[in-house]
């Protein structure tokens, strides 16, 4: 898999953007769909009114939500669908012959549409933490490793998916696991409970899947609930993610192209 | 009616034909089941290990709660989204055009057109946490599961209706395939009583987004806490609901002008 030019790059860009742009409709109820976080922030700021709950404050909950809405609204990912589509309608077809890899087609049309609602989901957090008079220095000093994580976060999401969504050439079917795999991303990355709220034994153990590092773990670097040390290793262990599941996936895709029956074609 | 429900068995069997050809996509969405309730109450556990009651409710009274979350969620997956959700491919694509020449009401046809009642496992999840939290708050009596049952049907006919009114949208709009998505932001709000939000979000989850009718008030029934008022809030709000989806469904498709003509 080599990398694309920097023109091809910018193309894949910025059509999938006009893409994302012409289907708002469709955008806004996507969005809708990723603001979990900001329920979830009503009711833990209900609860931690008598007080803190396991550490956190109304401070902490406030900041945590808000960033976990953004992580949340920048790792969306229907990779699964477009493997499960191109395989069961041959549209792979026409992608596997040109020089591209398949694979930066379906990353920019991800991407395309991040960019899409980032004018909306900047925002809201951002007046968020106005409205929850949450705004500390922290934030600042936390904010270009938190950039790192969440890129990291990025792509541990997108690989896992796919390569879920490789199954499509075995099975002819990979659409039934999406639900799967975001039930996973959803529920161990901390959208509705911290992590850090869950038995001590049960967080240990989820700590050991890399769904943890895709939403909890970025969060907790920007409002600085993993410093130091604690933080350095996460970014390791991210990175070590990464190193396996692209692997994996370069295995498993030189595996399926050659079960690809090319249906429709 | 009798051709009605000729047709809806005709719908069901062809729509198991087409779903055994894929079955590995049925033995993943059982598991997603299976464990999309598992973290959920696992969460939810988690959640009460640090407080004693959300919202004035304890946690046997969240789990049917949660349970009719499930039931509602799962009927919406094996029948209002398979149905509804190609709405918007139909206009996008010009199909529609085939849909108005039946000799059957278009909404019917919509409503009813692929039922998958293969994935029923998700349904008696559902019910079982049902069962279970009521069992633990000694509610499990006949009285309060025939109120549940009632409370449940008005439930679904305002989940419907707010699903038919959003797959309208797609007459509009062209390309609306994820309005299953405000479902799921309804079952997460869903989740948890509405005495739980802040006083202006309870009513935004009364009225706008309905989850008070349709999964704290079967979950009251369910555990024998039903008021009146809140009863009759229900009923009335899902005949409303019904009629109001119905007329939208009519206009919708007199503006409808067909894709490619």
Redesign the interface.
């Known amino acids: 898999m080599t990398l694309p030019s920097l023109r091809a790059l910018k193309a894949l860009l910025v059509l999938n953007y006009s893409l994302s742009l012409q289907?708002r409709?469709?955008s806004v109820?996507?969005m809708?769909?990723g603001?979990?976080p900001l329920?979830?922030l009503?009711?833990w700021?209900?609860?931690a009114q008598g007080g803190a709950?396991?550490g956190y404050d109304t401070l902490t909950f406030s900041q945590y939500f808000l960033f976990m809405f953004l992580c949340r609204q920048s790792t969306p990912t229907w990779v699964i669908y477009l493997m499960d589509r191109g395989v069961k309608q041959g549209e792979l077809s026409p992608y596997l012959l040109q020089p591209l890899h398949p694979v930066w087609r379906y990353a920019s049309e991800h991407w395309g549409e991040m960019l899409c609602r980032l004018p909306i989901v900047l925002p809201i957090v951002l007046l968020g933490l106005t409205l929850a008079d949450a705004w500390t220095v922290d934030l600042l000093r936390n904010l270009p490793l938190f950039l790192v994580a969440l890129a990291l976060a990025w792509i541990i999401n997108f690989t896992v998916h796919l390569v879920v969504g490789m199954?499509a050439f075995w099975?002819?079917?990979a659409?039934?696991?999406d639900?799967?795999v975001y039930?996973?991303y959803i529920?161990?990355g901390g959208v509705?409970?911290p992590l850090e709220?869950?038995?001590a034994a049960?967080r240990d153990a989820l700590y050991w899947t890399p769904f943890p590092y895709v939403l909890d773990f970025p969060v907790r670097v920007m409002i600085g609930r993993a410093a130091g040390p604690e933080m350095w290793w996460g970014l390791g262990v991210q990175m070590l993610w990464v190193a396996i599941l692209v692997s994996l996936f370069a295995l498993l895709w030189r595996a399926g192209q050659k079960r690809y029956a090319a249906a429709g074609a | 009616m009798k051709r009605h429900l000729r047709l809806i068995a005709l719908f069901v069997r062809a729509t198991v034909q087409s779903q055994l050809e894929y079955r590995s996509g049925v033995l993943g969405r059982l598991l997603a089941n299976l464990m999309s309730v598992g973290t959920g109450i696992l969460l939810l556990w988690a959640m009460f290990q640090q407080v004693s009651s959300v919202g004035g409710w304890n946690f046997d009274q969240v789990l049917v709660l949660v349970g009719v979350v499930y039931t509602v969620e799962f009927v919406v997956e094996i029948w209002f989204y398979p149905s509804l959700n190609p709405v918007s491919g139909y206009v996008r694509k010009g199909e529609f055009d085939l849909l108005l020449l039946k000799p059957v009401s278009s909404q019917f046809l919509v409503t009813f057109r692929y039922l998958q009642v293969l994935e029923f496992s998700g349904l008696v999840i559902g019910l079982a946490v049902i069962g279970i939290g009521m069992h633990r708050l000694g509610s499990l009596t006949l009285p309060n599961l025939l109120i549940l049952a009632v409370f449940l049907v008005v439930a679904l006919a305002i989940i419907y209706s707010l699903y038919l009114a959003l797959s309208t949208l797609a007459f509009w709009f062209t390309r609306i395939e994820e309005v299953a998505s405000i479902i799921w932001l309804h079952s997460t709000a869903g989740s948890f009583p509405v005495a739980a939000y802040p006083g202006w979000a309870r009513v935004l989850f009364t009225f706008v987004l309905p989850v008070a009718f349709v999964t704290n008030v079967p979950a009251q029934a369910a555990t024998g806490r039903l008021t009146w008022d809140w009863a009759l809030g229900a009923l009335a709000f899902a005949a409303t609901a019904l009629l109001g989806s119905g007329w939208l469904w009519g206009r919708a498709i007199r503006s409808y002008s067909s894709a490619s003509s």
């Open positions: 289907y409709a469709q109820l996507w809708i769909n603001s979990v329920i979830m009503l009711i700021l209900q609860l709950i396991g199954i099975a002819d079917n659409l039934g696991y639900t799967f039930q996973l529920m161990l509705m409970v709220l869950f038995p049960i």
